[in-house]
């Protein structure tokens, strides 16, 4: 392509550079300040003197959080759901996604089925009847709840649903020559062959299981059964609502709490997410574009 | 039936008894807007009481004022989450030095993935008494400004910080649309002599326009979505004028105040106009882009 050597274009490619720039830092700022806040002096921290760099660097905060049980309790009922919600929530897209892939000519039950599948994706009862379902269930403060009732990711089913579809019909027909039975075929023909688009679901769905904090809210009673993301929330400063604070109360409260302690807990909760997104940057761009861009 | 078909039914039931037990059972429970449920009595067998706590939802002030917030707030949102990705993509498509166009990239997704809950504590921290925005104006001497408790700034306040989230991540579906533009059509224009700006308007743009109509089709189903999971953690008692919505109302009726049928016949409008909607965006989605998810 010719470039454009003229000095409107120059201008412009320095604006752009500059336009860009700012934006990637806008994205990364806030966590670099929370890191700061964290690691500077509490004095510095309270006073609002944070901007660019820690003010008095010390790793008080981060010792202070060594010892706080009930911060670890709650990263390890965090760990625990992802592990475990991650584990079941993909073997039962995968085996719910092959069958619903045969077209209905192959299998008939797959329209009825698959009606069912887009209906709940597309309509739900609402918070209130979910809450009081879950509860009748009995799953109120326990692991099960936090692993089950954010129900059945439907899109992420078709996406592999559609990602099945496309894997070439032969070498299913070749295996099931050789003998190969439904279940063999599942596990050792496509899944094999659809690591892309598994890999992508995997870190969607633990992503997911870590930053979800409104079932560990309504969903446990206790505070000691909170996942992290609730229990950050919680200290977070929150106006509790229904109660009327003016401006000055409300500054006032955000005066009173350990901001870099605040800081440090906030920070190490997303430790995890930063570790795995390199990872999951490099998978997503194709799981959301699949079905998306046609060619 | 043949082994296969039995095999098939295997596979798919933990799914379905899943979906059944969190997604259908559920459903049933909208029964609750239209009686006067008691826990005691259940589902089943509360009073039925009609359209009563629509009639009432039309004439309670806090109700009318959630549908007005939510329409402004999300009406927002999809428009700027389809223009600002939009001037993104363009702008770093223009970038040719390939290692600062990767690092952008990779710095600009991050906030997606970053739940609401850390970002509401982190903007209310960096705007708040003793945050840098304080600091700042503190510098230039001007007075101490509470952002967040000003019900006049917090719908842009909360629409800004969306679009911020999201812009790299949905400026993803663009760049795709991007590379699958011809490289001859932007040669053969420059050698017709088309500057810079024309190749944007008449080679990249008309390249981008069914990415864009198919977006804008299936935004439509989100009209009633202000987001509940932002503007449950960035609201607070001083902004409700301007920032409550029916997701945040619906739950502090419901599960605070445990009004369940009001609360549920609010979802339920909810739920019910959203379907529709999306229905239509799918069906206008599929007859004009060819979009099919299924």
Not at chain 1, 211 to 225: H, I, P, R, W
């Amino acid at each position: 392509m010719i470039e454009g050597k003229t000095p409107g274009a120059k201008v412009f490619k320095g604006i752009n550079y500059i336009i860009l720039s700012v934006l990637a830092f806008s994205c990364l700022y806030p966590l670099w300040y929370t890191f700061c806040v964290s690691i500077s002096s509490k004095a510095a921290a309270e006073g609002g003197l944070v901007t660019f760099y820690p003010i008095g660097p010390n790793v008080q905060a981060y010792k202070l959080i060594m010892e706080d049980l009930t911060f670890w309790n709650s990263f390890r009922i965090s760990v625990e759901r992802v592990i475990l919600g991650t584990i079941w929530s993909m073997l039962a897209m995968i085996m719910m996604a092959y069958p619903l892939s045969k077209t209905t000519r192959v299998w008939k039950p797959r329209g009825v089925l698959m009606w069912i599948l887009v209906f709940c994706m597309l309509f739900n009862g609402g918070t209130i009847p979910w809450f009081i379902t879950v509860k009748n269930y009995g799953l109120i403060d326990t692991m099960a709840a936090l692993v089950f009732a954010g129900s059945v990711p439907v899109f992420n089913v078709l996406l592999i649903m559609n990602f099945f579809r496309n894997l070439p019909q032969d070498l299913e027909d070749a295996a099931r020559v050789d003998g190969a039975g439904p279940w063999r075929i599942l596990w050792q023909i496509v899944v094999p062959c659809s690591k892309p688009i598994i890999a992508t679901i995997i870190l969607f769905v633990s992503v997911g299981y870590w930053n979800e904090y409104f079932q560990g809210l309504v969903l446990m009673n206790k505070a000691e059964n909170y996942p992290l993301q609730t229990y950050i929330r919680q200290i977070s400063v929150q106006i509790p609502v229904g109660v009327t604070l003016t401006a000055e109360q409300y500054a006032q409260l955000a005066q009173n709490s350990n901001k870099s302690l605040e800081a440090a807990k906030v920070f190490i909760s997303m430790v995890p997410m930063l570790i795995v997104y390199p990872f999951l940057q490099k998978y997503f761009v194709t799981g959301i574009t699949v079905g998306a861009v046609k060619e | 039936m043949n082994s296969s078909s039995i095999a098939y039914w295997i596979m798919v039931l933990p799914g379905y008894v899943w979906l059944f037990l969190f997604s259908i059972v559920p459903m049933a429970g909208i029964i609750m807007a239209f009686e006067d449920y008691s826990p005691k009595k259940g589902w089943f067998h509360s009073e039925l009481v009609g359209m009563k706590w629509f009639e009432y939802l039309l004439v309670i002030p806090d109700a009318k004022r959630a549908l007005v917030n939510t329409l402004i707030i999300a009406v927002s949102k999809v428009v700027l989450n389809i223009v600002v990705p939009l001037i993104f993509a363009l702008l770093l498509n223009e970038v040719r030095n390939m290692i600062f166009k990767k690092g952008v990239q990779t710095i600009v997704y991050l906030p997606h993935f970053i739940s609401w809950v850390i970002l509401a504590n982190i903007i209310t921290n960096m705007l708040g008494a003793n945050g840098i925005l304080n600091h700042i104006l503190k510098l230039i001497g001007h007075e101490q400004v509470l952002l967040m408790t000003l019900p006049q700034y917090f719908r842009q306040l909360l629409i800004g910080t969306d679009v911020w989230k999201e812009f790299g991540y949905n400026a993803v579906i663009y760049l795709a649309a991007l590379t699958g533009i011809s490289p001859n059509l932007y040669e053969a224009a420059a050698i017709d002599g088309a500057s810079k700006w024309q190749r944007v308007w008449h080679v990249t743009l008309p390249g981008l326009i069914p990415t864009i109509v198919l977006l804008t089709t299936l935004a439509m189903g989100n009209v009633l979505n202000a987001g509940f999971d932002q503007v449950f953690n960035m609201y607070n008692q001083l902004v409700m004028e301007t920032g409550d919505i029916i997701d945040t109302y619906v739950y502090r009726v419901g599960i605070t105040n445990m009004q369940f049928s009001l609360a549920t016949a609010a979802g339920l409008f909810k739920s019910v106009v959203s379907f529709v909607l999306v229905v239509t965006s799918y069906v206008m989605a599929n007859k004009f882009a060819d979009y099919n998810i299924f």
